[in-house]
């Protein structure tokens, strides 16, 4: 069964960092895995963020390009999501998701 646990959220003030961890189990084969971190805003539909395939490629949404990046370490079947320059409308629940499996969730709130 696969479980993913996410940690690292939080409130910072705008132009802040936060680095965000998933922690894997269960996953066949992890290393082969593509793994995403997507975001839900209060409101607002679930959005993919970052992608990061079993070759390291990564991909990421326009409003975040240059501002967050996302790893993988295939040794710890941990993914991350290095966020900075944060803004308020990052603000949102930050979501793991692979092989058909989604987190818990953490929460990230960017505000004054």
């Known amino acids: 069964q696969v479980r993913l646990v996410e940690s690292g959220g939080g409130l910072v003030q705008p132009g802040g960092s936060l680095r965000l961890s998933c922690a894997a189990s269960?996953?066949?084969?992890?290393?082969?895995?593509?793994l995403d971190w997507y975001r839900q805003a209060p409101g607002k539909q679930r959005e993919l963020v970052a992608t990061i395939t079993s070759g390291g490629s990564t991909n990421y949404v326009d409003s975040v390009k240059g501002r967050f990046t996302i790893s993988r370490d295939n040794a710890k079947n941990m993914v991350y999501l290095q966020m900075n320059s944060l803004k308020p409308e990052d603000t949102a629940i930050y979501y793991c998701y692979g092989q058909n499996s989604w987190g818990q969730g953490t929460q990230v709130t960017v505000s004054l």
């Open positions: 269960g996953i066949i084969y992890f290393r082969l895995s593509v």
